[in-house]
C-alpha cells in the first residue's frame, strides 16, 4: 500500500516511523511519503489560509496549495505505478470511522490524506477531486482536534494493520472489537495472561480449564456483557441472526428482550426490569 499525506505540520507524522506501522515500511508493505503543503506555496509568507467569504471567525485553507500539492502527488503516486487512489479527508463531520471503514480501506493499494487546519479547506477543493477520484470524508469522533493530523495516525494504525504480514498472527484481528463476523458490532471481552494471582486477584477458573468450548463460550459472554454495560446502542443495531440461541440467553439476564411489535428475535431490542445485578 502507498500512503501519502500532505500537512503544514510534518513532523507530527513522525509517529509513522515506529512500532508495526514503522516496521511495515521497513519491510516494504507500506509505502509511506509526508509531504509539506507550504512548498507548493509561492508567496514570500508561505501562506496556505486566509479570511472566510461570508465572515465570521477563524480562517480557511486556501486552494491554491492543495490544489498543486494534490496534483503534484497524484502525478508522482501514477508515474511510480501506484493506481486507484482513494483521498480521505479527516473531518468531524465526515463519516465515522469504524472497523468496516478500515477493512474497506485496506483493500485499496493507495490512500491520500489532507489532514486540514483552521476551518478547514476551502469546500471547493473536495469538490474538484471527487470527480476524479473516491473521496472519503472520515470522522474519528464526535469532537474537534486542532487538525487532522492525529485522525490521520488513527486511520492509518486501524488500517495497516489489517495488511497481510503486518501482524505476526494473522488470525489476531479476528477477535477484535467490531472485527466482521461473529463479533460485528460487539466489544471485546477482558483478557488475562500471567500469573495466574496477582495482588489477591485471580483469574476465571473457565480459562485454566483446557475447554475450547466453554472458554468459546465464555468470551463471547464477557463480549455481550461489555456491550451490553458500555454500548447498548451497538446490541440494538445488530443482526438477529448474528445471535445464537446462547447468546439470546445471555442477553436476557443482562436486561435485553426482542421487540413484541417484531419479528421474532427482532433487530430492536428493548431493555426490561430484572437486569443482572
Known sequence: MRLDVVTIFPEYLDPLNVSLVGKARARGQLD??????????????????????????????????????????????????????????????????????????????????????????????IDEYATRIPVHEVSIGDYVLAGGEAAVLVITEAVARLLPGVLGNAESHRDDSFAPGAMANLLEGPVYTKPPEWRGRGIPDVLLSGHHGKIARWRRDEALRRTTAHRPDLIERCDPKAFDKKDREMLSILGWAPDPEGEPYGRFWRRTEGVEQ
Not at 503543503?37 to 461570508?54: A, E, I, M
Not at 469504524?98 to 477543493?125: C, K, M, N
Open 32 to 125: 509511506v511519503h509526508v509531504h509539506d503543503l507550504r512548498s507548493w506555496t509561492y508567496d514570500r509568507h508561505n501562506t496556505v489560509d486566509d479570511t472566510p467569504y461570508g465572515g465570521g471567525p477563524g480562517m480557511v485553507m486556501k486552494t491554491e496549495p492543495w490544489g498543486d500539492a494534490l496534483d503534484s502527488v497524484l502525478a508522482d503516486g501514477y508515474e511510480t505505478g501506484s493506481h486507484a487512489p482513494a483521498l480521505i479527508v479527516p473531518t468531524p463531520s465526515g463519516r465515522p470511522f469504524t472497523q468496516e471503514l478500515a477493512v474497506e480501506l485496506s483493500a485499496r493499494p493507495w490512500l491520500l490524506f489532507t489532514p486540514a487546519r483552521y476551518e478547514g479547506i476551502d469546500r471547493r477543493v
